[in-house]
């Protein structure tokens, strides 16, 4: 027996220290295997699960001691997500940072906790950098740039960027995908479907599957480099009439599915006010361009960049003209919209704006929203339902409505994740780029301004007659329609001037001598 022991831990003795030696050798991370992410992550729905389950068994609904201890709940959690998406990084931190930006649709303790990871993603070592540029471009450093900054500009979730300088003096930003993302992807979303599967089982009531769909679908599109530089120039195209656009130019000879090289452009983030301050851009004129850029991607052609976040989106000087430049960086994610859901979601707009709530219900419910369009409604503008109904244009937003839509997430998150998983899914990356862009306008004081809601209208007309004279037989209705958008660009035109007068120190003259003269 003793021999048999013996035999049986000299062989248990063998395999740890071979184990041991080849994972030594192979320089594997304990942090890579599957087995220590997969546990990770599932110790950190079972302590979730059972802190929601227990903590309020002691507490009566509705008193100010629930709510209080609901919080609680809701930041310790969320802090331990935090957590796992730190030590699994990767897909991990992506679908973070993705909840980290639906302000005005998960609780206030989920969102302000999970925005760090916007500046916690990891850094590769420099000879992991240089290994996926040998490999995919097969060269060295020294044969390709003059100058190679190690120190990243920035570290995201699958990449990072590095500034180097060319041969022929020009100066590039160097986009290399982190080593083990790729390999890691489809096992990490594995994951993750497992945990929400378990969570969704114990609390029926949040299903958030709508996540794990979204993540199959467009992780492999961020993951592929090439695609994001044609998007980069999809977009350019698209938009060459917006002379204050910035989109990096592509370098494709030293590009492939894991490296993207592109044009350097300096800047600071949109939601610098003292970079704007310093540099004399005018913050309101910035955001009417955003805005502008916004509503021409999503109503006119259907082509939206899903991920405007602050360091995506750059603020500058042009060095040449002196011009004020928006410069949009990171078009790994952009939304398609089919024709039938793109003027669906511009007539939902158009009776937003004008508080129609007739064609509010009716284009809510052809976006799949059902009977929860009250809600859909509220989500989509970020309003309260007393300023939806007053129409959105016409009521100021003010900080006691953004505060009572932020408690009303907390409130309604089964009924939240109820439609999420229910609307049409190009709505789901809508949703996100909506609270991303919200966040900007509130940084910059400029949200709800009457220009933004005048050039979605502008856009909203101009989408809805193009797909009029598409479908026109004769040339007479063709003028007809173009004569009728006209008058309706005149109209809004009309207005923006008004607003204009009104607001200047001309307006204020004159409303001063109309009193007098009263």
């Known amino acids: 027996m003793a021999g048999h022991l013996l035999k049986v831990s000299s062989l248990a003795t063998a395999v740890f220290a071979s184990s041991g030696f080849y994972l030594y050798n192979r320089q594997l991370n304990l942090n890579d295997l599957s087995v220590v992410r997969f546990g990770r992550a599932a110790a950190t729905t079972v302590v979730i699960s059972l802190d929601y389950m227990t903590a309020f068994k002691l507490v009566e609904y509705d008193t100010e001691e629930y709510w209080a201890l609901r919080s609680k709940v ?16 990767g897909t991990f931190i992506k679908v973070g940072q993705h909840l980290g930006a639906l302000d005005f649709l998960l609780p206030e303790e989920y969102t302000s906790t999970l925005k760090v990871l916007h500046s916690r993603a990891p850094q590769s070592s420099m000879e992991e950098i240089q290994q996926v540029i040998r490999e995919d471009l097969g060269k060295e450093l020294s044969e390709l740039f003059v100058s190679f900054e190690e120190e990243p500009q920035g570290a995201a979730s699958l990449a990072q960027v590095h500034k180097a300088v060319l041969h022929d003096g020009r100066t590039v930003a160097i986009k290399v995908q982190h080593p083990k993302v790729q390999r890691q992807s489809s096992k990490d979303i594995a994951m993750i479907e497992v945990m929400l599967k378990t969570v969704h089982w114990l609390f029926p009531d949040f299903a958030f599957m709508w996540l794990v769909e979204e993540a199959k679908k467009n992780m492999p599109l961020e993951l592929d480099f090439l695609n994001e530089g044609h998007n980069a120039e999809k977009v350019a195209n698209m938009l060459a009439h917006f002379s204050f656009l910035k989109v990096p130019m592509i370098h494709w000879d030293l590009s492939t599915k894991r490296i993207l090289t592109m044009e350097f452009v300096e800047g600071g983030q949109i939601n610098d006010k003292d970079y704007m301050k310093e540099h004399s851009i005018n913050v309101n004129e910035i955001s009417e361009n955003l805005g502008k850029m916004y509503s021409e991607m999503i109503f006119v052609h259907g082509f939206v960049h899903c991920d405007p976040h602050p360091g995506n989106v750059l603020v500058r000087k042009c060095p040449r003209s002196k011009k004020t430049e928006i410069a949009l960086l990171d078009h790994g994610l952009y939304q398609v919209l089919q024709p039938g ?36 409604a509220c989500v989509v503008t970020s309003r309260s339902w007393t300023s939806v109904n007053a129409g959105i244009s016409s009521v100021p937003v003010t900080h006691s409505e953004d505060v009572e839509i932020q408690t009303n997430a907390a409130q309604y998150l089964p009924q939240i994740s109820e439609l999420l998983n229910r609307v049409h899914r190009p709505m789901l990356l809508l949703l996100k780029t909506n609270d991303l862009l919200r966040g900007i306008e509130t940084t910059l004081q400029t949200r709800a301004s009457s220009s933004s809601f005048i050039n979605m209208s502008r856009c909203c007309i101009r989408a809805m007659a193009r797909h009029k004279r598409s479908k026109a037989h004769s040339r007479t209705r063709r003028l007809q329609i173009t004569l009728t958008e006209s008058l309706s660009l005149g109209r809004l035109t009309v207005y923006e001037l008004l607003l204009w007068v009104s607001g200047s120190p001309l307006g204020h003259w004159l409303t001063a001598l109309l009193a007098l003269l009263h």
């Open 341 to 376: 859901f793109r003027l669906d979601y511009c007539r939902l707009w158009q009776a937003l704006i004008k508080g129609d709530m007739s064609g509010v219900e009716r284009y809510s419910l052809k976006l799949g929203a059902g009977d929860l369009y009250p809600l859909f």
């Open 74 to 89: 809701h930041r310790r959690s969320a802090e331990r997500l935090r957590d796992l998406c730190c030590a699994n990084r």
